[in-house]
């Protein structure tokens, strides 16, 4: 599982999404989001709070996936998109630290 939190601010029209906020950014934002994902990319826990609509939900979603499962491979082995496979994400990162892991803690058998 990986997760991400995302602050959302409405600035007259626009909606600003922060990464990873502060506690000051979190006091400030008109709602605030954590959102957890299986390795398969899969929605696992959604918890927010604040003011929002079901468009500025859909950015947040998007964006916290995006953040989190934008390396991961599908089933077949193949990256889930181009966009994807530039943008890396958590689940890319944490695949290939145990990768890394498990060749170092390997290493003495070859």
């Given amino acids: 599982m990986v997760s991400v939190s995302l602050a959302l601010k409405f600035r007259g029209t626009h909606r600003i999404i922060i990464r990873n906020p502060s506690p000051l950014?979190?006091?400030?934002?008109?709602?605030v989001h954590v959102l957890g994902f299986t390795s398969n990319g899969e929605l696992l826990v959604a918890e927010s709070e604040g003011s929002f609509g079901l468009d500025d939900w859909e950015v947040v979603f998007e964006e916290g996936k995006r953040l989190c499962c934008g390396g991961f491979e599908t089933a077949d082995g193949t990256m889930q998109s181009e966009e994807a496979e530039e943008t890396g994400g958590m689940m890319a990162f944490v695949k290939s630290?145990?990768?890394?892991?498990?060749?170092?803690?390997l290493h003495w058998k070859g």
């Fill in 25 to 31: 950014e979190f006091q400030s934002a008109d709602s």
């Fill in 97 to 105: 630290a145990l990768q890394e892991k498990v060749a170092a803690d």
